[in-house]
Structures are given as structure tokens and as C-alpha cells.
């Protein structure tokens, strides 16, 4: 087995001409690492917080809050919904790693708004011959969307947050709204 570095890894055409944009993140990631340098941050988040989040790509949650790398916890998922895992997640984030306050973001045009999920599941289904059953979790608001959320972390009873505050970030201007969670 040869000890020798690897060699830069240079990204890869696709058919349609573009660089292949995982053969371009690992030649990013290279110059990442030079620029970067050696650092060994705590485990535990600086500031004590877990944000919960879209993963759609628009959203630069550390650029948009002004946070650094190991200050937050950032779960993301589609539409940045309280499912199963992003319990688990916060439940761990909280009760091992220390974080006491829960930022939710959800945001303007999501790709969940408006989704009609029985069309998506029968083109699924079409496509592969197989019932999908998934449940995608698509709303008509993004305001009640954070506050349902809210509502299903506040009735986990695992959860022990000090603070719990809901946002809809606007994708076009990068503006934050705090939306008024309900009490219960």
C-alpha cells in the first residue's frame, strides 16, 4: 500500500459538459483544507443553540446569522420539519452535547408549499411499479408550518429547551421573520 499523497483530484466532465459537481467539491475541498488549516473545535456548540432547518440550498444559515463553524448545532432536513429523526437529533444535540435553545427556520417558496404529495406519490408509484408511502410533509403556509413544528417539539417530552423562537426566512432578500408561536 503506497504512503504517497494522492494526487489533486480534478473534476470529472459530465455528458452534458459540466464538471461533475462531486469531483468539483472534492477539488474544493482540497483548497479547503490548505487554506483552513489544523483546528480542533469542542464538540459541543459555543453558543449552546440547535437551529432546525430546510435543506434547500438557498438558506446559508451560517452566513444569514453571522455564526461560525462550532457554534451551532444546524439540522436540516426537507421543509425542516419535526420528524423522527430531527427529534432524535435534538434530543442528543440537548442532552449530550449541551444546547439549551432551538432555533426553528423555515422559509419563503419552499419547495414543500403547495406539493400536492398524492400526485407525487402516484408518479412514484408509476415509475416504479412499487405504492410509495411516504408522507412528505407539505403545508400552505410557512408560518403554520413553524408553528406545527414548534408545537411537536414542545410536546416531546425528552425536549427541555429554555427557549424555543420560530422563523421564516425570505430566500429573495435573506430577511428573517419571527413568527408568534401558540402558547400550547
Known sequence: MSTEPAAPTQP????????????AAVAANEAYVSALGHQRLATEPAKRLAIVTCMDSRLDIFGALGLEL?????IRNAGGLATDDVLRSLIL???KL???RIMLIHHSRCGLEGLDEDDLRAAIT????????VVFGAFADPAESVRATAKRLNHEPALRH??????????DSGELREVKLDEA
Open 12 to 23: 470529472q466532465e459530465t455528458d452534458a459538459g459540466h464538471a461533475d459537481p462531486i469531483s
Open 70 to 74: 462550532g457554534q451551532a448545532h444546524i
Open 93 to 95: 444535540s440537548q442532552r
Open 98 to 100: 449541551g444546547t439549551e
Open 126 to 133: 408509476a415509475e416504479t411499479g412499487v405504492e410509495s408511502k
Open 162 to 171: 429554555l427557549e424555543l423562537r420560530g422563523f421564516v426566512f425570505d430566500v
